[in-house]
């Protein structure tokens, strides 16, 4: 069973750059797409980011596209968020989920349109003024 770990969250000022990863264990990442969904206090669950399974393709939310990055590392079973320019609004506690039902080379941000059956424990990203 695919488990997922999330680190990396901190507070930091704006304009400040974190890394966030998402390690898994129990099964082979490479094989999964993953995305990042994040959650502020008294909103909904927005997915900002995704990898597909090989070949990876990424999309971003236009809320980070081009502040942003996700990346995979297979060698590590570990998927990257490098985040920079972040701003008061980007805090949020940070998740990542792993979908195995799309093809290869497919990935979702779109809860709806995907099945993200695993979901890591968060992590709390907090971006002051």
């Known amino acids: 069973q695919l488990q997922l770990v999330e680190s990396g969250g901190d507070l930091v000022q704006s304009g400040g750059s974190l890394r966030l990863s998402c390690a898994g264990s129990?099964?082979?990442?490479?094989?999964?797409?993953i995305g990042w969904f994040r959650q502020a206090p008294g909103k909904e669950r927005e997915g900002i980011s995704c990898i597909s399974s090989r070949p990876s393709n990424m999309k971003y939310a236009d809320s980070v596209k081009g502040r942003f990055t996700i990346s995979r590392d297979n060698a590590k079973n570990t998927v990257f968020l490098q985040m920079n320019s972040l701003k008061p609004e980007d805090t949020a506690v940070y998740y990542c989920?792993?979908?195995?039902?799309?093809?290869?080379?497919?990935?979702?941000?779109?809860?709806?349109?995907?099945?993200?059956?695993?979901w890591g424990q968060g992590t709390q990203v907090t971006v002051s003024s």
């Open positions: 989920a792993a979908e195995s039902t799309l093809f290869p080379g497919i990935c979702t941000t779109v809860l709806a349109l995907g099945d993200y059956a695993y």
């Open positions: 129990g099964s082979t990442l490479g094989d999964y797409s």
